[in-house]
């Protein structure tokens, strides 16, 4: 694998016709995009970091085939300024390609599933410890928008007795 760190105004990308294939019945919960004009640059910029792309090249100078889907990145990139950032490719050999799709998209996904059912709990806690910490914090209701949970849903999770 090499990394590859490109500005994403430069950037083409075609999705891997089994990352199409496997996903065609995903659901996203989301109808409408949520906003992310709010984020900064630098916020925008440390995000996009950390959502390294997985691909291969393709013929096309700055083309690539995506080996994953990254509902994030997408919402990034709806961003106004986020043709100034630069993203990081993780460019893969295509002997490599089956073995990076299956694990993206069935043991990546799984591993992450764990967080879902404590994401709301959790980001009222960070919020408040953040606050607590002096840090400056988006609010409640731009937290909510990103992760397309109702303002009242960010709250502390019951415990169960």
Do not use: W
Request: charged residues 25%.
């Amino acid at each position: 694998m090499k990394i590859k760190r490109i500005l994403l105004s430069e950037l083409r990308l075609n999705m891997h016709p089994t990352v199409a294939e496997l996903s065609k019945g995903d659901c996203v919960k989301c109808q409408a995009p949520p906003a992310v004009d709010f984020l900064s640059e630098q916020e925008l910029q440390i995000l996009l970091s950390k959502l390294p792309l997985s691909v291969l090249t393709d013929s096309e100078e700055n083309t690539y085939i995506l080996l994953e889907k990254s509902l994030p990145f997408e919402l990034l990139k709806q961003h106004p300024r986020s043709h100034l950032c630069r993203v990081y490719l993780h460019i893969f050999n295509e002997d490599e390609a089956d073995a990076v799709i299956k694990t993206l998209l069935l043991q990546h996904a799984a591993l992450h599933y764990q967080q879902f059912d404590s994401i709301a709990s959790n980001l009222f806690y960070r919020h408040k410890n953040a606050k607590n910490v002096g840090l400056k914090t988006p609010t409640i209701r731009k937290l909510s928008a990103l992760s397309n949970l109702s303002t009242s849903a960010i709250r502390p999770k019951k415990r169960r007795t």
